[in-house]
């Protein structure tokens, strides 16, 4: 009965991560017509540096997009 039940366990588990799989392939492609939408809009680039009030306005313009 035990042997049943460990595999009914796996099989359970193979099903459950055969699913959530699947939900991450869906959602990298919503990802990546996201960031190619991103991507045309043409975002500042942060050229670094140790100025937080930089960092600060490259956030706002960014957060416009």
């Known amino acids: 009965m035990a042997g049943r039940n460990d595999r ?4 359970a588990l193979t099903a459950v991560a055969q699913a ?6 869906q959602q990298g ?3 990546e017509r ?3 939408r991103f991507m045309k809009q043409e ?6 540096g140790h100025n937080p009030d ?4 490259w956030l706002q313009e960014i957060e416009r997009i």
Request: aromatic share 8%.
């Open 54 to 57: 930089d960092a600060y306005k």
């Open 43 to 48: 975002p500042p680039k942060f050229d670094g």
């Open 20 to 25: 959530l799989q699947g939900n991450q392939n």
């Open 34 to 36: 996201r960031l190619e």
């Open 29 to 31: 492609g919503n990802d």
């Open 8 to 11: 009914a366990i796996a099989n």
